[in-house]
């Protein structure tokens, strides 16, 4: 990257070159720059979701005890599923009960026991899951449930994404270095040997 060759230091007039030939003249056997090394990576404090199931650390993903590297992350989301079957049973239970009820079938207490249970059905299915989903390269996503407010979950995931990110741009910046160092040293030997 152009932003990493910096033109290097003159040496001194007196100090002696190893590169000078007979005649005192100095060449210099590079192409005149030098390589900045990539910085070092960025160290990331450990965030643990309220239940502890989750923890993003500086080496990687940890979900129940089950580790995934950064680098073998390609991106994480979070979305809130609603449990379709609770939805559905206690939405019939309700209306059943009170159906019954309103019908003169049922008396009071069985009825108000009936809505109830309905009533709580529903708002289980409604309250759901919030399902991650880890996309790894090559591979079928892997599928997480959590329960709680979502928002939480969704932070922790934006930061898992940032993360991921970083992580990988640190792994570009370190292979440019290795490619870069690698196609300065076979043009310094070309020259060497064209000499």
């Known amino acids: 990257m152009s ?8 040496p001194s ?5 190893p590169a000078a030939g007979p005649a005192g003249n100095s060449e ?13 990576p960025q ?17 990687g993903l940890e979900i129940r005890d089950r580790l995934f590297g950064w680098r073998e992350l390609e991106g994480v989301d979070v979305q809130p599923v609603r449990w ?3 939805v559905l049973l206690g939405g019939f239970v309700l209306c059943g009960f009170m159906l019954g009820y309103l019908q003169f079938w049922l008396h009071t207490l069985p009825a108000a026991i009936g809505m109830g ?33 979502a928002i939480a979950w969704h932070q922790l995931a934006q930061e898992a994404n940032r993360r991921i990110r ?7 910046l370190e292979a ?6 690698a196609a300065l040293e076979a043009r310094s030997s070309d020259a060497n040997i064209s000499e």
Do not use: C, I, K, M
């Open 166 to 172: 970083q992580r990988h741009q640190e792994a570009a």
């Open 13 to 17: 007039a007196n100090s002696s070159s």
């Open 176 to 181: 440019d270095y290795w490619l870069q160092t």
């Open 84 to 86: 379709l079957l609770g």
């Open 117 to 149: 249970v309905g009533a709580l059905l529903l708002a289980w299915g409604a309250r759901g899951t919030n399902r991650w989903r880890l996309h790894r390269p090559g591979q079928e996503p892997s599928h997480f449930a959590f329960s709680g407010p």
């Open 43 to 59: 160290s990331f404090p450990t965030l643990r979701s309220e239940d502890g199931q989750v923890a993003l650390t500086n080496d």
């Open 3 to 10: 932003d990493s060759l910096l033109p290097p230091t003159p």
């Open 28 to 40: 210099p056997t590079s192409s005149g720059f030098f390589l900045l090394p990539p910085p070092l």
